[in-house]
């Protein structure tokens, strides 16, 4: 609160238009900034930041319940977790998410936006493919499907009784997947619950790079032809690099929600799957908070799931730059 | 969205109707098989879910693929009745409806502040705005729970909504800043000239005019929080509160003892129904928006 009101008094000045017009504080302008800034920041303040913070300070403690006795044991909690099987099993695997799920869905998602935008005629204007709208509007449908339900449809698609997967599967004659639980066996767990979030997320990204495609001057793709490229080449070359820097925010996007993945992990197999193979890290987090009561724990885990998500990040955008990102694109 | 106006007909010129090439039909082909085939792998499981609720249990089990004998209605009052489905559909509604407002008014006169107004700490806030986007939820949720706990606002709706708001509240103002930078000053000048306040200048002149980037944020909000299950998970566990992804997820979790995959099913098709209708009647401005957030 300090923060805000010492913003509005030392702020009220300097406003950008009244710069040249007047400078005295009014009602009106004090009310105004304290009411559309401070408001806002308010709530963020203390339903965002705040438990951010806190988590940091509790992620040092060994609370444990629901008294206020909350003893600093330092790194404890960290030196707990890192000798912790299970927690490390759920960090393997929320990495391995975080590593397959963002190149499947991109690089799907990329074809599928390219076959959109240069599928069409080679000759005359360049257009896109005849008729892919309807792809479009279907595409996105899963985008727009809870999660919850997503996972649930899914779940019972593979179903091993009487789900839809095991009846075409065994119709059309591979009679060794009758009553194979794709979700309860630990060979198949984890590749299926990954599936599952890539067809919930393809299609939005699908658009997002039609988008972008649309966004390059027809000219480019007009000299391109005439220099004698196809349409591979085209793709490669001119498409990819000059949409360089959407995926890798779609990149960054679909690993921070990988590194998440609660929902639909927490749906398909709410206890970890078999062998914990599905066991990511926010579930583990989740039910050392919420069932066994461990808050402090809990906390070093959401500051380890935290230090990942930021690392991930990082890694991508140094990445880019390595390789050559935002030199050439065309500003 | 002027990405959709540039690539309208051109106007000044006839177009030459060129003759496909041979290549130009194989490719063409080859691209409406690949994208049908992934718009099967979309509708299939969709159409499946469709049509499994209106079956009866046994039916369910006896095949996959059959049709229904009866259309069974019944799976629909089930999953609104017994199941729940309904309380909690109007749980979110009020939820949804209530943040959705407060965070689009909330959020557009953050944004407004922030990209118009120059004073010191402005840099701060934005900062401090992009941390809520980077961090994960999953950082927050314990401290969370208790801040809301010791204010007396746990399990219960308001609470839920509050916190809708200040996490859908940084997206908001990103999105919408944009918008607010790009509106001309002149305009902001002139309706000082005729004596409009800061309020009025606000709700009279700016808000209206930032109309298509609020409609873009309000739809990817509405989504966005209709679909929010982590956060009610973990701080509105009576069930008399559920929302609508909760009841779902739980009625889901009672199906390994009492079997009714029909109402389960009905269940699936209730939630998804509202979203559905949203995206139709909206999908020219979501897809718009999508391609709005790629121009940064």
């Known amino acids: 609160m300090t923060q805000v009101t010492h913003d509005v008094q030392s702020g009220s000045g300097v406003v950008a238009t009244a710069r040249r017009r007047r400078k005295k504080l009014t009602f009106d302008k004090v009310s105004f900034m304290a009411v559309f800034l401070g408001l806002p920041l308010v709530i963020y303040l203390v339903f965002v930041i705040s438990p951010f913070v806190q988590a940091v300070y509790y992620s040092m403690t060994s609370w444990g319940g629901f008294d206020n006795n909350m003893p600093f044991i330092g790194l404890d909690n960290y030196v707990k977790l890192f000798n912790d099987d299970i927690f490390m099993i759920s960090v393997r695997n929320s990495v391995v998410l975080a590593v397959f799920l963002p190149v499947v869905t991109v690089i799907l998602s990329l074809i599928l936006a390219t076959l959109v935008t240069i599928g069409g005629s080679s000759r005359g204007q360049i257009k896109g493919l005849k008729g892919s709208g309807f792809y479009r509007v279907i595409s996105f449908f899963p985008y727009v499907i809870p999660a919850v339900v997503i996972g649930i449809i899914w779940q019972q698609i593979l179903n091993p009784s009487n789900g839809l997967l095991n009846g075409i599967l065994t119709t059309i004659g591979f009679d060794q997947a009758k009553d194979f639980a794709w979700l309860g066996d630990e060979r198949t767990a984890m590749i299926a619950s990954m599936f599952i979030i890539v067809w919930g997320f393809v299609g939005f990204y699908m658009i997002l790079f039609i988008a972008a495609i649309k966004g390059i001057p027809a000219e480019t793709f007009e000299a391109a032809r005439i220099d004698g490229a196809g349409r591979f080449r085209t793709a490669m070359t001119i498409t990819i690099p000059l949409i360089r820097d959407n995926i890798q925010t779609a990149y960054v996007y679909m690993g921070i929600l990988a590194l998440d993945a609660f929902v639909y992990m927490s749906v398909l197999n709410s206890t970890g799957g078999p062998a914990n193979s599905t066991l990511v890290m926010s579930q583990k987090l989740f039910s050392t908070a919420f069932s066994k009561g461990q808050f402090g724990l809990a906390c070093a885990m959401g500051v380890v799931l935290a230090a990942i998500t930021l690392i991930f990040s990082a890694l991508v955008f140094l990445v880019n730059r390595l390789t050559g990102g935002s030199k050439d694109v065309s500003e | 969205m002027s990405l959709k106006l540039s690539k309208a007909e051109p106007h000044g010129h006839v177009e030459r109707k060129a003759q496909d090439s041979k290549g130009d039909k194989v490719v063409a082909g080859v691209s409406h098989t690949m994208l049908s085939l992934w718009a099967l792998l979309v509708l299939i499981p969709l159409a499946w879910t469709l049509m499994s609720s209106f079956k009866t249990t046994s039916e369910i089990f006896a095949s996959p693929f059959s049709l229904p004998e009866v259309w069974k209605f019944e799976n629909y ?125 606000f709700f009279q002149v700016m808000l209206p005019m930032a109309k298509p980037g609020l409609a873009s944020v309000a739809i990817f909000n509405f989504l966005g929080l209709w679909n929010q299950y982590l956060i009610p998970v973990a701080i509105n566990t009576n069930p008399k509160n559920y929302v609508l992804s909760q009841g779902i997820a739980a009625y889901a979790g009672q199906q390994g003892y009492a079997v009714d995959f029909g109402s389960l099913f009905a269940a699936a098709i209730i939630v998804v129904v509202p979203v559905m209708i949203m995206y139709i009647l909206f999908q020219r401005q979501l897809q718009g928006s999508v391609s709005a957030g790629t121009m940064k």
């Open chain 2, 77 to 201: 009052i089930n999953a609104w009745e017994t199941a729940g489905i309904g309380k909690s559909f109007f749980n979110t509604v009020i939820v949804v409806g209530f943040s959705l407002v407060i965070v689009m008014v909330l959020g557009a006169m953050c944004a407004y502040v922030l990209a118009r107004y120059v004073f010191p700490g402005s840099k701060a806030i934005y900062t401090l705005l992009l941390a809520g986007l980077t961090f994960p939820i999953f950082l927050a949720i314990v401290p969370l729970f208790f801040i809301l706990k010791n204010i007396g606002l746990l399990n219960t709706l308001p609470g839920l909504i509050i916190v809708y708001v200040a996490f859908a509240l940084p997206f908001t103002v990103f999105f919408l800043f944009s918008f607010f930078k790009a509106l001309p000053y002149e305009i902001g000048e002139a309706a000082q000239i005729d004596g409009a306040g800061e309020w009025r200048t």
